[in-house]
Every structure is written in C-alpha cells, then in structure tokens.
C-alpha cells in the first residue's frame, strides 16, 4: 500500500462523518493502523544491511545452517573440534623426537598421538559425521597416523641394519654387506614416498583446520621435521653405498670374482619362472644362497661342472626393478636385475540356487580368478559384496578357484558381485559382473496361499450369508474377541562348542593375526544377526554392536573383542598371541550361547 492511498483513505472517512454517513467498522480502523506500523518498519530498515545471513545464523541459538559450516552444528563442534586441535598439536613431538634419535620418547608421543585420532574416530562414528569436514580431516589424520607409525618403525628399521653393517664387516661377511646395502635402498625409497605422502596432505589438513579458526603450527613444523628425517636417513644411506663395496673388495682380496650370476630371462610377470643361475669356482656341492632385494631369498648346491640355478616363480612381489645376488662362503657376484611386470587380472562369478543356514538365506558363490593371460591366481583373498557392501570373503585355490556363501541375505533384490583387491602380488584389481539375486520373504511365500484364502473365504461368506438371510435367525449377541497371540520365532538351536571351535579355525586358517581378527568379527555379528531377527545388527558399527548386547551375558566378552578389532581394523596394529586368542575364545563363547569360555 502506497502512502497516497493511506491520506485518501484517511480523507474519505472525514467527509462520511462530515456527510452524516455512519464511519467504518472499528475492526477496518485497526487493519489500518496497523498497515501503517509495518510500513513505517519497512522504511527505516530499508536501507540497513541484513541483520541475518547463513554465516551468523550458524552460531544462533535457535538456528543452525549446516550448509554454511561443512555440516558441522555447534553441539557436534564443541565435541570435535577439541580432539581435532590435540591430534594437531601431538603430530610435532613424534616427528622431533625421531630427529633427535630418543626413539622411546617418539614411540610414547605415538602412542598419545593415535589414542587421540582413535577418539576423533569413535566421534565421527557416533555422532554420524561421515558426511561432515571432520569426517574429511578425519580420513587425512588416519593416513598421516598411519605414516608416522612407519617413519617410527622405518627409523628403527635404519639403526638395526647399521648395527648389522657392523657385525658383518668384522665378521667379513661380503653377502650379508651387500644384503644390508639393498636393504638400506629399499628402506630410502619406502621413506621418501611416506614423506611425500605425509607432505601432500598439507594443504588440505591446513587449509580445512584453519577454517575452524584451529592452530596449525606444530604440524606444518612435524612436516619440515620430517623432511629432516629423511635427509639424514639418505645421508646415512649414501655413506654405506660408498663404502660397503670398497669393504668388499677387500674382503675379496681378488679383482676377479669366483662366482657368476645372472637371472634369464629377466623380466616376467605373475607366474613366469625366472632362473636364477650362475657358476661357482668351487667344488661339486658347494652351498650357494640366492638373494633377492638383498634378503636370502633359497639355497641351492653347485653341480660337478660348478653351475647353479634356482628356479623362482613370481609370486608374491612388488612390480618394478628388482635386484638380485649370490654368494658362496666369501665369494659374492655381481648384481643381475630383473623386472616384474605388473598384469590385469579376471574374476567371475556364479551363483547357486539359495538355501537356509542358520535360519537365513545364503547364496553359493563360486568362480576364478586368473590373470590376463589367463594363469590361475593362488592364496588371493577373494571378497564378496552384496549391493556394493562387503559381504563375505576367502582365499582361492591352488587353480585359482574359490568357493563360499554369503549368508545371512536380507530379503529383496541384491546385486552380487566378486571383488579382488591384490595386496602383495603384482596384480591389477578386478570386478566380475554383477549377479542379481532375489531373496525371499516369507510374505513371498504366504502371499499367495493368502490371495486363495481370501477369495475361498469370500466365497464362503457369501454363502453362508445368503443361506442366514434366508433362515432369518435371531441376531447372536456380540462377541468380544480377544488380543491376537504373540507370534512365536523359531530360532536355530545354537552351534556346540566343537561346531563353534571348527568354525573359528576355518576362519583362521592360512590368513595371518590382522585377517583372523577380522574374519572372526565379521563372522560373529553375522551369527548375531541371524539370532536376533529384526535388530538389523549388521548395520551398526562394532562399537554399537557392543553397546548393544553390553547388558546380557556375553556383553563384557563382546566388548573385549570388538576393542581388539578397533584396534587391528582401523588403527592398524599387530595383534598378539594374546589377542588373537581372546577373540577365538569370545567367538566361540558368545556363538555357543556361554558353552564355552
């Protein structure tokens, strides 16, 4: 309304008093003085800058715009953002004290260090921040915890060969000196690629912190500490190059070496054999060792004529240059170096017809994995995912073959597909096709049987029905019917100990600590799930899965195990005789319903 129609409306009701009309209705009177107020109220804020934007109604205590704070609210802040700032600040002493050489005091700043990224973990997790910048500095901080563990170990790695240097120069032990030698370039190299790993997450960790107002300065000095670290490392590297071949020589006493090496052919792939030969100015008989990468890597025994040969399949190695020696008592050859190609590799997948185990569906999967060229893959872990979700998993055959079942499928349509991710073969990854498979629920199988009798109980009905109209009866008096009767769930009776033992030592077979661990985990809260229908367990994490079942019986034991699987799986420990033990025994425990213990 403009202030010209409010002056005619003001002059109109002058002139009907005037003209002896009755006034307008004193509600019409209150409308307008109204109108009047707000638009005094919208002139003098007119020219005045808004008084709220997405920035400062973040930090309202009535309001917060998420989308203005990387999806972090001021309750989960006041939680994270303390963690956040200590896991910064404890990232310098790790990296200072490795300068320094006081390798203890660096494993006790670790150790402080990885316990704080474990609660930012367990935050992130249950406060459901996976979609939030914590979540992002979160996955930056594991990696950069991941790498001061191996710059640690690296460093410790590099004085152990140094006190080996000195024990084989008195010894005069040539093949050992030189397997120290290869052993320290492959050290130099694995340290540089962990610095420049841990230096390009940088900007990122810098620049998401500082948006939070958080300090950054001890970390970006742990990166130029780092960089310290790994100068001198190199310096102390180049030194025993120069001067372990001079150390050789010596030992030698000979400018014309008594044993010749060489590896035909010298490159191949997964699977090629490559023989690793040579001669050896010695008697028939004669032990020679074989070292690749400057670890003994086979002994073998010199033929009449002096010749040698070790037949090495390429299995489980890097793909890239790699060098290789012999030795003979004193006597040590030149280098031969070979090439291991990286190769792509193939995996398909078939699935059976479904079955009940354990009171819930499973799916027979079975398949092959193999190379390119099509060689069988051996003691690769195969994985199964249902509907791009981890499902199951196992290791192949001799042949390349695998064969398990995923179990405890959830009713609906599930894609399925078999997965392999090399760890420490020089492979690709490969996916197979997907497999669309349907699981039943029980109203699949009722719903027919209710639509016949549905339309039988219709038809019934009806007439009886008519035949109750015809015979006109009196009306029955009304019958309260009862409440329904709880429906009864039958569950599987649960396994014996001897069937839990033997299932856990399955899992453990031929996988080393970490994966038993894991294999387990997964194993018991599927049991759960399938002896608690309905609780959807396999969707909570391990943490809540032990909060879960904290109250009952095995709840202590659970909780003991899932510490250890927190503590193997995602902050990446070594478990013990101690701890693989404790979760055996808790597997087979809490899946025998307390048989054992």
């Known amino acids: 309304m403009r202030l010209p129609d409010l002056r005619e409306g003001a002059a109109t009701v002058r002139d009907r008093v005037a003209a002896g009309l009755p006034p307008l209705r004193r509600e019409w009177g209150a409308v307008l003085a109204v109108g009047l107020v707000a638009l005094a109220l919208l002139l003098v804020f007119a020219g005045q800058p808004l008084l709220y934007a997405a920035k400062t109604d973040a930090v309202t205590p009535s309001h917060e715009d998420v989308r203005a704070t990387g999806a972090l609210t001021r309750t989960g802040g006041a939680l994270v953002l303390p963690e956040w700032a200590t896991s910064l600040n404890l990232t310098a002493p790790v990296v200072l004290d490795i300068r320094l050489g006081d390798l203890d005091a660096a494993s006790a700043d670790l150790e402080a260090y990885l316990r704080s990224g474990r609660s930012l973990n367990g935050l992130v997790w249950r406060l459901d921040m996976t979609d939030t910048d914590v979540a992002a500095f979160q996955r930056n901080n594991s990696a950069n915890m991941a790498a001061l563990t191996r710059l640690l170990n690296q460093s410790e790695e590099f004085g152990r060969l140094g006190a080996l240097e000195v024990q084989y120069r008195d010894a005069k032990d040539a093949a050992m000196l030189r397997s120290v030698q290869l052993q320290g370039e492959e050290l130099r190299r694995a340290v540089r690629q962990n610095y420049e790993a841990y230096a390009a997450r940088q900007a990122g960790v810098v620049n998401l912190s500082q948006e939070y107002g958080l300090d950054t300065t001890a970390y970006e000095q742990s990166v130029l500490d780092f960089a310290a670290v790994v100068k001198a490392l190199e310096g102390r590297q180049d030194e025993r190059a120069a001067s372990v071949p001079e150390t050789i020589r010596e030992i030698q006493q000979s400018g014309v070496l008594p044993i010749t090496f060489e590896v035909v052919p010298d490159e191949g792939g997964y699977g090629d054999i490559l023989s690793m030969q040579g001669t050896v100015q010695a008697p028939a008989g004669t032990e020679v060792t074989v070292f690749s990468d400057g670890r003994p890597l086979a002994g073998v025994v010199s033929g009449g004529d ?184 039958e569950l599987p009776p649960a396994p014996t100990v001897e069937e839990a033992a033997g299932a856990a030592a399955l899992l453990e077979a031929g996988v080393d600590g970490r994966e038993a661990v894991t294999r387990l985990y997964r194993r018991l809260a599927r049991e759960l799930d399938a002896r608690h229908p309905g609780e959807l367990l396999l969707s909570l994490t391990p943490r809540e899965l032990a909060a879960r079942f904290a109250a009952r019986p095995a709840g202590e034991d659970l909780g003991a195990l899932v510490r250890v699987h927190e503590r193997v799986r995602y902050a990446g420990h070594e478990p013990t005789e101690e701890d693989i033990l404790l979760v055996r025994e808790t597997f087979i425990h809490v899946i025998s319903e307390g048989g054992s213990h």
């Open 306 to 489: 002096g010749r040698f040969a070790f037949p090495y399949r390429v299995e489980r190695v890097d793909a890239g240059r790699h060098a290789a020696y012999a030795s003979a008592g004193p006597a040590i050859s030149d280098e031969a170096g070979f090439t291991v190609e990286e190769r792509n590799t193939t995996i398909d997948l078939a699935v059976g017809e479904l079955f009940v185990e354990g009171g819930s569906w499973a799916a027979p999967c079975a398949g092959n994995l193999t190379t390119g060229d099509g060689v069988p893959v051996r003691d690769a872990y195969v994985e199964i995912y249902v509907d791009d979700r981890e499902w199951a998993g196992n290791d192949t055959a001799e042949n390349g073959s695998y064969a398990f079942n995923a179990t405890s499928l959830e009713p609906g349509r599930h894609n399925l597909t078999a997965r392999y991710n090399p760890d420490d073969l020089p492979l690709n990854r490969s996916v197979s096709a997907p497999v669309e498979v349907v699981v039943p629920s029980l109203m699949d199988w009722l719903a027919p049987l209710l639509y016949l009798l549905g339309l039988g109980g219709a038809a019934v009905g009806a007439v009886l029905y008519l035949r109750r109209r015809r015979a006109a009866p009196a009306p029955a008096p009304a019958r309260v019917a009862g409440p329904p009767p709880e429906p009864v769930v």
